[in-house]
């Protein structure tokens, strides 16, 4: 059973940056992905970062450029550094974790174990 445990959520004002961390624990390998997502009510969940290995990685097209994630393995954290946010990316953000896949995972089908989610708002 693989646990996914989000933090780091917060208000800012746009152009200033915030990190949220993901804790896992549990049976996952470093080629197993771990994904960022994020949903606003009423619409549908958003890809927004993935990682698997120790530097494999791929990103939306809205947040490339300003959004990073790493994964320490060692301490089964993942990290999503996100710099320049704009109002737009206000919303609720999850990490997610797959335990059946392996290399990088672009779609929420196929991860396994969610985290409760931590809200990111931008707004001045």
């Known amino acids: 059973q693989v646990q996914v445990v989000e933090s780091g959520g917060g208000l800012v004002q746009p152009g200033e940056s915030l990190r949220l961390s993901c804790a896992i624990s549990?049976?996952?390998?470093?080629?197993?992905?771990i994904g960022w997502f994020r949903q606003v009510p009423g619409k549908a969940l958003e890809f927004v970062a993935t990682?698997?290995?120790?530097?494999?990685?791929s990103y939306a097209g809205s947040v490339r450029g300003r959004f990073t994630v790493s994964r320490d393995n060692a301490k089964s954290m993942v990290t999503l550094q996100m710099n320049s946010l704009k109002p737009e990316d206000t919303a609720k953000y999850y990490c997610?974790?797959?335990?059946?896949?392996?290399?990088?995972?672009?779609?929420?089908?196929?991860?396994?174990?969610w985290g409760q989610g931590t809200q990111v708002t931008v707004s001045s």
């Open positions: 549990g049976r996952i390998s470093t080629d197993n992905p």
């Open positions: 997610a974790a797959s335990s059946s896949y392996v290399g990088l995972r672009l779609t929420a089908d196929g991860y396994d174990s």
């Open positions: 990682t698997c290995y120790d530097s494999e990685t």
